[in-house]
């Protein structure tokens, strides 16, 4: 029988997180979490179910990731954002994977939640993520915003959710809005990309159009067209944010010419 790591980043997450660590505390080998100074009871919640926890600064999505994935030791790991819930027969399915299995990795189909309602089309539409993954053979890639994986190997794809409750409310909508647009922003200026207020706008309008008519988010009534419209009004901050990044930090002659978006 193989062993498994769940990690997790927090911060100030007290309304969730419980909910995610009782969903896994049960066939869970160990628990590593990196928490960035909370400043609520989120550590201690968490300290009812592992004393592995690390309190840091804030680096951004990818690095700590990266950082959390270096403190376990386990043979496989479950990657969960304290939003996030396994569902029983997800964790079925990974209590069998752990008595042998021949991938490296697995994708994990989500639900997704915005505003209360349950979203079904859209840019969620057959959202899957990779998640699961043996630790000797899987890699995080630091990206500023979205982490990413690289696995060796074969990857699979379970059946069972994981349950993704990311924006309960408007107010989170508009605090997550502020801190990937603006990850975003530094993510693209650090790669020498840069933009104009024109192109700013074009992201926005394609985001929506994508979103609410090609990809079916009127079908998800209300909270469909809210999304569309919150999925566009990230997409052109991230690129408004460029553009002041480009005006305050690249005086004539500092970089190098920049690749147009």
């Given amino acids: 029988m193989q062993t498994l790591s769940i990690c997790v980043v927090t911060k100030n997450e007290e309304h969730n997180i419980e909910d995610c660590l009782q969903g896994v505390a049960e066939f869970a080998d160990e628990i590593v979490i990196i928490d960035s100074h909370s400043t609520d009871n989120t550590v201690e ?34 990657m969960l954002d304290a939003d996030e819930r396994v569902t ?5 399915e990974i209590k069998r994977i752990l008595k042998g299995s021949p991938y490296s990795g697995y994708n994990i189909p989500f639900k997704s939640h915005y505003c209360g309602k349950q979203i079904r089309f859209g840019d969620w539409f057959r959202e899957q993520h990779l998640r ?48 990937y647009s603006s990850d975003g922003a530094q993510h693209l200026y650090d790669k020498g990309k840069s933009t104009s207020i ?19 988010g009127f079908l998800d009534g209300r909270q469909g067209l809210m ?10 901050y991230k690129y408004a944010k460029l553009l002041e990044l480009q005006a305050k930090l690249s ?10 978006l």
Wanted: glycine share 10%; net charge positive.
């Fill in 132 to 179: 699961l993954f043996r630790r000797d053979q899987g890699q995080v890639i630091p990206r500023l915003v979205h982490f990413g994986l690289k696995v060796q190997g074969k990857i699979g794809k379970l059946e069972g959710h994981i349950l993704h409750y990311s924006f309960p409310d408007i107010r989170s909508v508009i605090n997550k809005m502020d801190r």
């Fill in 45 to 78: 919640l968490c300290r009812k179910f592992t004393d592995k926890i690390l309190v840091t600064e804030w680096k951004g999505c990818g690095p700590q990731k990266q950082q959390v994935v270096s403190m376990a030791t386990c043979d496989w790991i479950l």
């Fill in 251 to 260: 005086p004539l002659g500092q970089r190098a010419p920049r690749q147009q």
């Fill in 88 to 92: 029983p027969r997800l964790a079925n």
């Fill in 227 to 236: 999304l569309a419209l919150s999925n566009a009004e990230g997409s052109y």
């Fill in 198 to 216: 024109l192109s700013a706008f074009g992201h926005g309008l394609f985001t929506f159009i994508r979103g609410y008519i090609f990809r079916l």
